[in-house]
């Protein structure tokens, strides 16, 4: 069982920086590949990155280049640094656990979500 706490949203300006951290409690941390999704408000749901176990990594074509997923096991925490932030970055930020077979991600756990918001 892994239960997932989001933390970090806020209001950022267009251009700014945020850093989301998702702290797991439970079984086998280190052994779950992570993502990170987001969604709008009349938008669909997005997966937005992962990391594997083994620290590989993907990104959606949207944030390729800004975002960064980073994982610290000793932690039990995975990380979004958000960079060049754009109002189009503005949903609800979901952190996930899951598994990552063939570098397809499937979540198996979701963190209660935690806002972004990029408005001047």
């Known amino acids: 069982q892994v239960h997932l706490v989001e933390s970090g949203g806020g209001l950022v300006q267009p251009g700014g920086s945020l850093r989301l951290s998702c702290a797991a409690s439970g079984s086998i941390f280190s052994r779950n590949a992570m993502g990170w999704y987001r969604q709008a408000p009349g938008k669909q749901r997005e997966l937005v990155a992962t990391?594997?176990?083994?620290?590989?990594?993907n990104y959606a074509d949207s944030v390729k280049g800004r975002f960064t997923i980073s994982r610290d096991n000793a932690k039990n925490t995975v990380y979004l640094q958000m960079n060049s932030l754009k109002p189009e970055d503005t949903a609800v930020y979901y952190c996930?656990?899951?598994?990552?077979?063939?570098?397809?991600?499937?979540?198996?756990?979701w963190g209660q979500g935690t806002q972004v918001t990029v408005s001047s």
């Open positions: 990391i594997t176990s083994g620290g590989n990594k």
């Open positions: 996930s656990a899951g598994r990552a077979p063939w570098g397809r991600f499937t979540s198996d756990y």
